[in-house]
Structure formats: structure tokens, C-alpha cells
């Protein structure tokens, strides 16, 4: 791993909202992918989290085939992104799609490419910036959201002409219900082909006034994403995804962004921290957003962020905040982000 590819990929919102919609605790989605609960406010994930968080909703909702339909048709509009709100607004299917293969560079690891070649438009999903093969749920949820935008924004009834996915999808019929058409299991491809004719029918939702806004916005935040984030920023995230699987020092996460641990610590020193304060700060952000939630009980908060005995973590957050865990929670209690 380097600098490059620790970019995080963000979970919006609405995604936490659809599970609760569909019984499902976000708490018990991040436990299952052995993931801090920080993850469900501050979502920015390496890849390998990404695929773990739709691997443990997969695991959580039972049928594939219900949690793909079940989460798709579940997540309002409201709770779009920036970058899908544009395409939702966009001026017809094409427009949207377009707009939607553009900006999801900004969502590794899914890849889109769009072909139209006689009365049929494909949409097959590719992985960049890592050799695996999403989760198959993931898989089903990205071809049947790019359905449901044509649907949503013509205000119409689409169907696809073909699905092919190469892994097993549950129940087949659910699925075929739900696109339409025939869905094909076990082919070499996972591939959405959609009547062509479609991508010229306008969309009903079509906001030309707010496209403007938001294009110019969304095309300099795809520029940044080509720019590495600083050291400080990745060792920081590293440690904060890593506090919960034991102890964590310099070397390991040297390793992780394949460098030797004494070039990191002056790379840190460069930009005017060390490893230890990061680790000292990544714990104590990591406390206070715990402690904010009542369901979380104080010893469990301590393992959380890496203590092995509860008095430790008793003496560090009294150096912190000057207070002790359960009467900085009274205070706080409720609070987002542990903040008054």
C-alpha cells in the first residue's frame, strides 16, 4: 500500500439510514466487518473495508437478492450524495449515466463503461485499484441502482433487456422481477444491458440551475482526488481503522504504506508531528465519539481504542480531558461527535 492507494472511499449517509429502514443496526453491520463504530459517522474506508461493510450487510440481511432490491428501492432520494444528486437532476437517462460513469472515479473501486451499439446500451461494473472481486451483493445493488436512477428520474416504469452477474445471486426470480428481464448467473461478466431508446427520455427530475452549481464543484473535488493525501492524514486514518486489532506501533504501519518505519517518522517530523502523538490523538478522537454513545458501555469503549485494562484508559482520558470517562459522558451525553 501507499499514499495513493490509502485514498478512502466514503459511505453517504443514506446508506446507514436504508439498513436501519430495512432492520438492520449500522452497530451491527460495522461489528460484523470487524470495523470501529466510528466508521458509521466519520465512513471513509480503504477498499478492503468497503468490500467487508457490503460483505457484512450480505451476511446480516440473509437473500442477496432481497438486501439488493430491499436497499435500492429503500434509499430516498433526499439522502443522495452531491455526486448522484447530479446525476438524478441530470437533463435525460444518458445525461445521467454519463454523469454517473464520470463521477464515480471518485467512488473506487467501481468501474463503469458504457457502450451503445444498435438498440442496446451496456453498462458492465469493473474493479480499479485493487485485484478483487467485490462482494456479490455489491455487485447486484450497482446494476440495479443504475436501473432505479432511470426509473426515479423519467418517472417510469424501465426495464432491462439482460443482466449478467457472474456469482450467485439468491433468488433469481426476485431479481428478474425486479429488472424485468432474464438475469443470467455464472457468466464471465457482470454486465447491464438496458433498450437504448431509454437514454433519450428526459428526466422529469431535470434541475438545470442546480447541475450548475454543482458540476463545477464535483469536477474540481475529481481533480483532488488524483492528489495524495498528506502523511500525517493517512498514518491518522490508518491508526484510527486499526486501534481495535491489538497493539499498534511505527513498523506496522510503515509496512503498511511500504516504507521503512525510521523514513515515516521523519516524514512525520517533516510535517511537524511524530507516530506517537498521532496514535495519543487518534485515541482520544476515537474516545470522545464513543463515550458520545450511551449504548457503549465505558469497559467497551476502552477496548475500543486499544486498551488492554480499563484503569489505562481511566488514567489517559483523566490526562485528556481533565475528567473521568462516566462524568465527561453525563456531561456530553447526546452530543454528536462528543462535542458541546
Same mark, same amino acid.
Given at each position: 500500500m501507499n499514499l495513493h492507494t490509502t485514498k478512502c472511499i466514503k459511505f453517504p449517509f443514506g446508506f446507514w439510514a436504508g439498513l436501519e429502514q430495512l432492520g438492520i443496526a449500522p452497530r451491527d453491520v460495522a461489528r460484523q466487518a470487524r470495523l470501529p463504530l466510528t466508521v458509521i459517522t466519520e465512513p471513509k474506508v480503504t477498499a478492503d473495508e468497503y468490500f467487508a461493510i457490503w460483505?457484512?450487510?450480505?451476511?446480516?440481511?440473509g437473500d442477496i437478492a432481497k438486501g439488493i432490491i430491499g436497499l435500492v428501492t429503500v434509499f430516498e432520494t433526499a439522502q443522495y450524495p452531491p455526486d448522484v *444528486?447530479?446525476?438524478y437532476h441530470a437533463r435525460d437517462y444518458r445525461d445521467a449515466l454519463g454523469r454517473m460513469v464520470r463521477y464515480k472515479q471518485m467512488c473506487p473501486p467501481e468501474k463503469l463503461l458504457i457502450t451503445e451499439e444498435g438498440e442496446?446500451?451496456?453498462?458492465?461494473?469493473e474493479w480499479q485499484h485493487t485485484e478483487e472481486s467485490g462482494p456479490e451483493i455489491l455487485v447486484g445493488i450497482t446494476l440495479a441502482y443504475l436501473l432505479e436512477l432511470g426509473r426515479r428520474?423519467?418517472?417510469?416504469? *424501465?426495464?432491462?433487456?439482460?443482466?449478467?452477474?457472474?456469482? /450467485?445471486?439468491?433468488?433469481?426470480?426476485?431479481?428478474e422481477a425486479y429488472f424485468g428481464c432474464p438475469v443470467?448467473?455464472?457468466?464471465?461478466r457482470n454486465r447491464l444491458t438496458l433498450q437504448r431508446r431509454d437514454l433519450d427520455i428526459p428526466f422529469t427530475t431535470y434541475n438545470e440551475e442546480l447541475l450548475e452549481m454543482l458540476t463545477p464543484v464535483l469536477d474540481r473535488k475529481l481533480s483532488e482526488k488524483q492528489i495524495s493525501p498528506s502523511v500525517t492524514e493517512t498514518v491518522k486514518w490508518i491508526i484510527k481503522r486499526s486501534l481495535m486489532a491489538g497493539r499498534l506501533d511505527i513498523q506496522s504501519v510503515a509496512k503498511e504504506l511500504n516504507m521503512s518505519d525510521r523514513t515515516l517518522q521523519r516524514r512525520l517530523t517533516e510535517e511537524g508531528t511524530s507516530f506517537k502523538h498521532l496514535l495519543t490523538q487518534a485515541r482520544h478522537e476515537q474516545a470522545r465519539e464513543y463515550l458520545a454513545d450511551p449504548l457503549l458501555d465505558i469497559k467497551e469503549v476502552a477496548c475500543l481504542v486499544g486498551y488492554e485494562d480499563q484503569n489505562s484508559f481511566y488514567r489517559a482520558f483523566r490526562m485528556w480531558e481533565g475528567d473521568t470517562p462516566s462524568?465527561?459522558?453525563?456531561?456530553?451525553?447526546?452530543? /454528536?461527535?462528543?462535542?458541546?
Open positions: 460483505q457484512a450487510f450480505s451476511d446480516l440481511t *444528486l447530479a446525476t442496446a446500451c451496456t453498462i458492465e461494473l428520474g423519467t418517472g417510469q416504469a *424501465l426495464n432491462a433487456r439482460s443482466v449478467e452477474i457472474r456469482q /450467485p445471486m439468491g433468488d433469481v426470480q426476485m431479481l443470467h448467473i455464472g457468466t464471465n462524568h465527561w459522558r453525563s456531561v456530553n451525553a447526546g452530543s /454528536p461527535h462528543g462535542k458541546v
